[in-house]
């Protein structure tokens, strides 16, 4: 499976599955839908891993191998060259 493929399958199992909010869904999926030539494939990559360890409670209690909402949206700006 290509990775954009699976970028956009796992975002959509985690959505589902873990409440990866409906707007990080759709920043992954556009992502996902275009890709474009010189994107940093180790910023996908970092995207893929870190919307697999997606935890809508990460932060909170012991959950120190998730990731949260912020941590994601954070790769997504710098994904866009905003951070």
């Known amino acids: 499976m290509e990775l954009l493929e699976k970028l ?3 975002a959509r199992r985690q ?3 873990a409440d ?3 707007s990080l869904l ?3 999926l ?3 839908s275009h890709p474009a030539s010189g994107r940093d494939v180790k910023l996908v990559e970092l995207l893929l891993e ?5 935890d809508s409670y ?3 209690g012991c959950f120190g191998d998730s990731v949260s909402a912020a941590t994601i949206q954070a790769t997504l700006d ?4 905003k951070g």
């Open 20 to 22: 990866l909010p409906a």
């Open 8 to 10: 956009a399958e796992t």
């Open 58 to 60: 990460a932060g909170a």
């Open 50 to 54: 870190q919307i697999e360890a997606f």
């Open 30 to 32: 556009e992502i996902a």
């Open 78 to 81: 710098r994904m866009r060259g």
């Open 15 to 17: 959505h589902e599955e």
């Open 26 to 28: 759709k920043e992954i």
